[in-house]
C-alpha cells in the first residue's frame, strides 16, 4: 500500500546491505531521437550509490555520465543530491525537477504528472516497493555550446527497500510515450516458477487502467547485447488496446553484475553472467504513430526471451490518484 508521505520523503532504512532508496526518471522529445535518463540510488548500508545521467541523440552521445560508485558515508540519509545529479520535489507526485551539471553541461528536466500512480504490489516477491507514473517533460540546458530545449514525455519512479539485480534471471521494463498522450508501462518478471508476472498500466483519453495481457516478441544485439527490436501487444483490464508493431534501438548503457551481490554493478559485462540494459527505443505503433521511450533489461546470458505472453489473472498492480487533478 503507498502512502500519501511516499513520494517526497526519504523511507526508513532496512538492515540489507543492499537496501537503496532510488529516484529515477526518463525523458524524449517525441519528434526527434532526442533522448535520456537520469537514474541514481543511494546504498547507505554498502557505502556507495549508483549515479548515471545519458542524454543521447539516437547513436550519438551527448552526455554518458556513469558511475555505479559514488561514495556514501553509511551513517548518511539516502540522497536526493548524488555525484552531479539531484531530484527535486517541487510538489509532491504532481511535480519534479531533475538537474544535473558538470563544467560543460548543464541540463534541467521539469516533469509534471499525466496519469495515474502505479504501485507494483510485488512485496510477496521481494522486500521492497516500486511505484511510477508517466507525464509530460521541458527539458533545456546546453551541452559543449549546443543548446537544448524541447517539450516532450517521461516517466518517473520511486523505489525503497533491497534490490538486488544480479539474481534476476529475466525481467523486462518497458515504458513508451506518444505524441497523442498515450503512455504504456510494462513491466514482466519471470518468477522461480517460470510464470511472467505482469505490472503496468495504459495511459489514454486521461485515464489510466491496469494491464491485464502483455505479448512480447524481442531479438537481442547478441546474447550479452540489449533488446534490438521487437514488438508488443498490450491490452488493458477494460480491453483498451495499445499495439507497438517495432520498436528500434537507438542507444543503451549496460552493467554487469555478481549473481549474488547485484547491489554491486560494473560497467565492465564481458566476465559476468548477469546483466543490465537501459536501452533508449524509438516504438512504432501500428496505427503509424511514432513515439519514443526505454526497455530495461535484466537477465543472465543464456536466459533472453525471444516470445512471451503475461496475462491476468491475477493483476497485481494497483492504481493510485495521488497527485492527479480532475
Known amino acids: ?3 500519501e508521505s511516499d513520494d517526497a520523503n526519504a523511507h526508513e532504512r532496512g ?8 529516484y529515477y526518471c526518463n525523458f524524449c522529445d517525441p519528434h526527434s531521437d532526442l533522448c535520456g535518463v537520469a537514474w541514481q540510488g543511494a546504498r547507505p548500508n554498502a557505502g556507495h550509490g549508483e549515479a548515471v545521467f545519458v542524454l543521447c541523440d539516437g547513436a550519438s552521445n551527448l552526455i554518458r555520465s ?9 551513517s ?4 536526493r543530491k548524488i555525484g552531479s545529479q539531484e531530484f527535486v520535489c517541487v510538489e509532491s507526485w504532481r511535480r519534479w525537477d531533475v538537474r544535473f551539471e558538470q563544467p560543460e553541461a548543464k541540463i534541467e528536466v521539469n516533469w509534471t504528472q499525466m496519469s495515474d500512480v502505479c504501485d507494483w504490489d510485488w512485496e510477496d516477491l521481494t522486500n521492497s516497493k516500486h511505484f511510477q507514473a508517466a507525464g509530460t517533460v521541458k527539458v533545456s540546458g546546453h551541452v559543449a555550446g549546443r543548446r537544448i530545449a524541447f517539450n516532450g514525455y517521461g516517466e518517473r519512479d520511486r523505489a525503497w527497500g533491497a534490490r538486488n539485480y544480479g539474481p534476476l534471471k529475466y525481467s523486462v521494463f518497458m515504458t513508451a510515450q506518444f505524441p497523442d498522450d498515450v503512455a504504456v508501462h510494462a513491466f514482466v518478471l519471470r518468477d522461480a516458477e517460470g510464470v511472467f508476472r505482469l505490472f503496468g498500466y ?6 489510466t487502467r491496469g494491464l491485464a495481457r502483455c505479448e512480447v516478441t524481442v531479438k537481442y544485439a547478441g546474447e550479452r547485447g540489449p533488446p534490438s527490436s521487437g514488438s508488443y501487444l498490450l491490452i488493458d483490464d477494460i480491453g483498451r488496446r495499445v499495439e507497438i508493431e517495432n520498436f528500434a534501438l537507438l542507444n543503451h548503457v549496460g552493467f554487469g553484475a555478481a549473481d549474488s551481490d547485484g547491489s554491486q554493478l560494473s560497467s565492465d559485462l564481458s566476465g559476468t553472467r548477469s546483466l543490465m540494459f537501459l536501452t533508449f527505443q524509438r516504438f512504432t505503433r501500428r496505427d503509424g504513430v511514432q513515439g519514443r521511450g526505454m526497455i530495461d533489461l535484466n537477465c543472465w546470458v543464456g536466459q533472453q526471451e525471444a516470445h512471451f505472453v503475461s496475462a491476468a489473472p491475477p493483476i497485481y498492480s494497483t492504481l493510485y490518484p495521488f497527485g492527479r487533478r480532475r
Not at 556513469?66 to 553509511?74: L, N, Q, T, Y
Not at 548518511?76 to 540522497?79: R, T
Not at 495504459?202 to 485515464?207: L, Y
Open 66 to 74: 556513469v558511475d555505479p560508485h559514488v561514495p556514501i558515508a553509511p
Open 15 to 22: 538492515p540489507e546491505h543492499d537496501w537503496r532508496e532510488s
Open 1 to 3: 500500500m503507498l502512502l
Open 76 to 79: 548518511a540519509d539516502p540522497a
Open 202 to 207: 495504459i495511459h489514454r483519453e486521461g485515464t
